[in-house]
């Protein structure tokens, strides 16, 4: 089985800021990664594909990227509505998926 | 504009089978472009995919759950369904159904992921 991790598993910061969460994966997944972002009490949403597509609809400032093991969402420039939680999910074994334990980013 | 919503009890008793299931609107759950999946949230914890299912029937399983869980579809309802059987508290979840987005044909997968959710459903297992 494919185990994913996430680091930080918190991170504090303000607007504005630019905020890189790492997610690696025990075994090369090639690219094939999405990124998660989900707010309390709320489904969560897709945000990048395939390691770096971004999802239609979702803002510019978010980025994905790495290939193989290592990954890293990076939000450039933090917004209000940005403080959530983000999760990794690797498909390289697709239909059959895991995710990430999540990052939190809150306000500092 | 594809939606899910997931229906069921809220409430199971320990031992006993959970069984959800999960309606899809504003597209067809025959359609080649998609598979459907579970998900759940244990209280303050992350995410857990449980199983996937194509229109056709095919089933895929997390092996931690496999014993446990069945996956099945109706395409004249659209809809999908989730058992899960001799549930403890450890099962007490917010259960999300999701819609599995791709293209291609194994093993040349094109994956563009879990692209529509329902909103999730609270289950408690609890006598």
């Known amino acids: 089985d494919i185990q994913m991790t996430q680091s930080p598993s918190s991170v504090s910061a303000s607007v504005g800021d630019r905020v890189t969460i790492t997610c690696r994966a025990s075994?090369?997944?090639?690219?094939?990664l999405a990124w998660y972002q989900q707010k309390p009490g709320k489904a969560p949403k897709l945000l990048i594909y395939?390691?770096?597509s971004l999802q239609s609809g979702v803002p510019s400032r978010f980025s994905g990227s790495g290939s193989g093991t290592d990954f890293t969402l990076t939000i450039s420039s933090l917004q209000p509505e940005d403080f959530a939680t983000y999760y990794c999910?690797?498909?390289?074994?697709?239909?059959?998926?895991?995710f990430g334990p999540g990052t939190k980013v809150d306000i500092k | 504009q594809l939606q899910l919503q997931e229906s069921g009890p809220g409430l199971v008793k320990p031992s006993e089978t959970l069984s959800l299931t999960c309606t899809v609107s504003g597209g067809s759950i025959s359609s080649s472009s998609y598979y459907w999946g579970w998900i759940r949230q244990p209280p303050g914890k992350g995410l857990e995919w449980i199983g996937s299912i194509y229109y056709s029937g095919s089933t895929y399983y997390n092996p931690s759950l496999k014993s446990r869980v069945t996956i099945s579809v109706d395409t004249s309802k659209n809809q999908f369904s989730l058992k899960l059987s001799s549930v403890t508290a450890a099962d007490t979840a917010v259960y999300y159904c999701?819609?599995?987005?791709?293209?291609?044909?194994?093993?040349?997968?094109?994956?563009?992921?879990?692209?529509?959710w329902g909103q999730g459903t609270t289950v408690t297992v609890s006598s």
């Open positions: 999910q690797q498909a390289n074994s697709f239909p059959l998926f895991t």
């Open positions: 999701a819609s599995v987005r791709y293209s291609g044909s194994y093993p040349d997968y094109y994956y563009y992921g879990m692209d529509v």
């Open positions: 075994q090369g997944i090639s690219s094939w």
């Open positions: 395939a390691a770096s």
